[in-house]
């Protein structure tokens, strides 16, 4: 087998797994772009949208106690209660999307502080309607503060965890571009050493033939200048 033959053997080769390598690299490009796309993303965004609410929930909950008109009273339970709603809504679109098992830990330490929040701010709020506030303000500081404050470390924790993540996939997604850069730059350089090869063997075989044609006409017109000589 002539370098020449090995060359071909050696360069297909060397494209074949250049281009199985390269869809590898961009099906895990494209795995990436998704998980971050359908996944941490949506998930940072969501809870984001808990850890506000809860927030507003608190000052809501605040501002009842401070009310003493009872038309008051009642327009700042109906926006508690819709904001409770939208909670909940929140977490229903939220738990499909948990991963990792920080993520079921941090959330489920949410959910838990988050549903005895509620309890005491049930008891706040038969106070507040009594116009007992000093009853409703020492709960609101108490155990029912707390609380809150360890629902909303947990979910600034999630938010860190699902933005890390999608950080990860990011630098992840960032690597895979590189090696397909790469290899298809080393595809490119082994095809164009094929080519000039290439080149090289088709100029070598038309100087040969060019050669060969030109020894023939030589030796044409030798004979003939010798036949001409003879007569």
């Known amino acids: 087998m002539n370098s020449f033959k090995k060359l071909f053997i050696v360069s297909g080769l060397v494209v074949i797994a250049g281009l199985i390598a390269t869809v590898i690299f961009l099906n895990e490009i494209h795995d990436s772009s998704n998980m971050i796309e359908r996944n941490w993303l949506p998930s940072a965004i969501h809870v984001s949208h808990i850890n506000t609410m809860t927030s507003d929930y608190r000052i809501l909950e605040l501002q009842h106690i401070l009310s003493l008109e009872e038309s008051q009273m009642i327009g700042y339970e109906e926006q508690m209660s819709r904001k409770t709603v939208l909670i909940r809504e929140e977490m229903a679109a939220y738990e499909p999307l948990i991963t990792t098992d920080n993520e079921k830990k941090l959330y489920a330490i949410f959910a838990s502080k988050w549903n005895e929040y509620l309890k005491h701010s049930d008891a706040l709020l038969q106070h507040s309607r009594k116009n007992s506030n000093s009853e409703a303000t020492a709960l609101s500081r108490g155990e029912a503060e707390i609380l809150f404050n360890d629902l909303s470390n947990s979910l600034v924790e999630l938010v ?72």
């Open 160 to 231: 860190k965890e699902n933005k890390m993540a999608a950080q990860l996939e990011s630098e992840t997604a960032g690597r895979m571009f590189m090696l397909s850069m790469i290899n298809l730059l080393l595809m490119a350089g082994m095809a164009g050493i094929f080519i000039y090869k290439t080149i090289r063997r088709l100029k070598g075989m038309f100087d040969r033939v060019v050669r060969v044609c030109t020894n023939i006409i030589a030796e044409q017109s030798f004979v003939t200048a010798e036949s001409g000589s003879a007569k």
